[in-house]
């Protein structure tokens, strides 16, 4: 099974280079990274994949950026936004991720929008950098709102991704750290694994892997 760290930011975005943060992901457990704004490559064994972040709150600014990035090998993430926006994204061709829901009004993605990820295979993604990095009110609503989503997901199985979103090598986080953090929660070990595979089962049919933000 191959495991994943759905979010990194290598150099010189982050403060680290990509090779120290592929080293420091095969010695916590990971097969792959997606590197956003990276160069897909192989470091010591562990498998880059190139991840595109794509910011725009009109939808046909999102369909032309896919179109154009869908000639390389790339993975493509989109961030969240309102009700509207976010139900338009499912049905966009080529993308594969939608992250940052938790920055989103928590009616923005419903279970009607849940069955439609299960049908086009659309993963979601749990940014863990927030719960580690947040204190007080604003942690406790993200933590409220990745429970909803694993409720939803329980119920609707669509796929989900995990990112540490790493800036540099003391950001990265062990499969094993992920699991324990998504247990706050509610994230089951068996929910856990299966969101750290996805990654792969996106590269199986193809090489790249898209992202949009």
């Not at 154009?68 to 989109?78: F, S, T, Y």
């Not at 969240?80 to 926006?85: C, N, V």
């Not at 976010?86 to 080529?94: A, C, I, P, W």
């Not at 929660?185 to 068996?190: I, K, R, T, V």
Request: proline letters at 3%; charged letters at 25%; aromatic letters at 6%.
């Amino acid at each position: 099974m191959i495991t994943t760290d759905a979010s990194i930011h290598s150099y010189p975005e982050g403060d680290s280079s990509i090779g120290r943060m592929a080293l420091t992901a095969r010695e916590f457990g990971f097969d792959s990274l997606v590197a956003i704004d990276g160069k897909e490559d192989e470091i010591f064994d562990v498998r880059i994949l190139r991840g595109v972040v794509l910011a725009s709150e009109r939808i046909q600014d999102i369909i032309g950026q896919i179109r154009k990035e869908r000639q390389g090998n790339a993975i493509i993430l989109v961030n969240a936004g309102d009700y509207s926006f976010n139900r338009s994204l499912l049905h966009v061709k080529g993308l594969h991720i939608i992250r940052h829901i938790h920055k989103t009004h928590k009616k923005s993605f419903d279970h009607i929008m849940a069955r439609m990820a299960a049908e086009r295979s659309i993963a979601i993604d749990i940014d863990l950098h927030p719960v580690i990095y947040l204190r007080g009110s604003p942690r406790q609503k993200v933590l409220q709102r990745y429970c909803d989503l694993v409720r939803l997901q329980s119920r609707f199985e669509f796929p989900m991704t995990l990112s540490s979103n790493a800036f540099s090598i003391l950001e990265q986080r062990t499969a094993r750290d992920m699991e324990m953090i998504c247990s706050l929660f509610g994230m089951e070990g068996g929910q856990v694994k299966e969101a750290l595979a996805t990654i792969g089962k996106i590269c199986s049919p193809r090489r790249p892997v898209q992202v949009v933000e």
